[in-house]
């Protein structure tokens, strides 16, 4: 679904990626680890076409990706139902149709009563959620997920993962890369995990029955002040 051939990225004659190579496989729930500044954000935006590399190959197929950024990049301009009709318009979906769809989400997201509030009405929390649907409305096969819940509180981005953890579980056939510094965080969602070092080199890790999988991953997180920052 997602493969990384040898690709090289260099930013101001720096180089971010050195002949990084992974794959992800369709349908599968990827959590991409790293300190800030390693070139997470990078990666994602690489798949999404939003930057390219200098060397090697990016291979993605998709008809369809969805972005959850770490702001929710909400249109000012537009009500939080507008918001998330917004993608689907641009796809050819019709107004009704769109506007079905979108007050879909915002039940499910628990916006009732919100969904003719603009931006600047809505709370942090609030205009993630919207951001959230935003993307999953589309039907996306790709969804990539850039620390979307870095900002928020702890009891917000609890709430936050659980809704998208069910929202998942409804679409088994989405393929995810979820961005994060926070291995906690990630294991929530993930089942395979990469590990972004500098020079983008990839260590790959999965989960095993016990906690000594996030025991690794703090040690490994501390050792190389993973930390945010």
Request: with cysteine; proline share 4%.
């Amino acid at each position: 679904m997602i493969e990384f051939v040898s690709v090289y990225k260099a930013f101001n004659g720096r180089p971010v990626f050195n002949q990084t190579s992974f794959r992800v496989q369709k349908n599968e729930v990827v959590g991409l680890l790293g300190r800030s500044g390693v070139g997470k954000s990078t990666i994602l935006r690489m798949i999404s076409g939003l930057t390219s590399p200098d060397s090697g190959t990016v291979k993605v197929n998709s008809s369809r990706i969805g972005y959850i950024f770490q702001e929710p990049r909400l249109i000012p301009w537009k009500t939080a139902r507008e918001n998330i009709c917004f993608g689907l318009k641009a796809m050819g979906v019709n107004s009704k149709d769109a506007k079905d769809i979108a007050l879909e989400y915002i039940e499910k997201l628990d916006l009732k009563g919100f969904e003719n509030h603009y931006p600047n009405q809505l709370s942090g929390g609030m205009s993630q959620r919207v951001s959230i649907g935003r993307a999953f409305a589309i039907g996306p096969d790709i969804l990539l997920m850039d620390e979307p819940f870095s900002a928020l509180d702890l009891g917000l981005k609890d709430a936050l993962l659980g809704i998208v953890q069910e929202m998942l579980a409804h679409h088994q056939s989405m393929t995810v890369l979820y961005v994060s510094h926070d291995p906690e965080e990630v294991s929530r969602l993930a089942k395979r995990f990469l590990l972004l070092i500098d020079g983008g080199v990839i260590q790959e890790f999965s989960p095993g029955p016990d906690r000594s999988f996030k025991r690794m991953l703090r040690k490994r997180f501390r050792n190389r002040n993973f930390k945010n920052r």
